[in-house]
């Protein structure tokens, strides 16, 4: 009950955070992204702040086990860039840009039955049903492979 009360009260946190600092605001973060144009920094001071949160956390989490409530800790070991990690990245900013969302903003902006809250996220549904499929296919294809 104490992990479900906890991740409660992180989502709301959370969601609450990204309502106050604008990045729910499709207007404003694509403002941000509009270097060329009118470009509005302001999201780049709720970014570097986000790091400064973020760094001490993960630098704690680095030398512990287990997590707070018990769980294992689980922290990305890869730091190898390749092509999968770029395409991944290219398509999220891709993504980003023409919508103006991310996954964090879009899931907060359903709740205020935002029309393109809703297209953003069945894309984004839809897109992570593919790369499921076709991960899938890959470890079916490498498997087959192995064994011939």
Partial sequence: ???????????????????????????????????AGA?????????GGAIIVAMPA??????RQRA??????????N????RRLVLGSLAFGLGWGIAGFCPGPALVSLL???TKAWIFATAMLAGM?????????????KQS???S
């Avoid at 479900?4 to 729910?24: A, E, H, T």
């Avoid at 470009?39 to 970014?47: K, R, Y």
């Avoid at 993960?58 to 030398?63: G, H, S, T, V």
């Avoid at 049903?129 to 294809?141: G, H, K, P, T, V």
């Fill in 129 to 141: 049903a593919l790369f499921a499929w076709l991960e899938r296919r890959r470890a079916m294809d």
């Fill in 68 to 77: 707070i409530l018990g769980d294992a800790m689980q922290l990305p070991t």
């Fill in 79 to 82: 730091r190898k860039l390749d």
């Fill in 1 to 35: 009950m104490m992990k479900l009360l906890c991740s409660l009260f992180s989502g709301l946190l959370f969601g609450l955070g990204l309502i106050v600092s604008g990045m729910s605001n499709t207007a404003k973060v694509l403002g941000f992204l509009d270097l």
């Fill in 145 to 147: 492979s192995a064994t």
């Fill in 58 to 63: 993960f630098w704690l989490a680095r030398r």
């Fill in 112 to 114: 205020a039955w935002q």
């Fill in 39 to 47: 470009w509005d920094p302001s999201l780049a001071l709720v970014m």
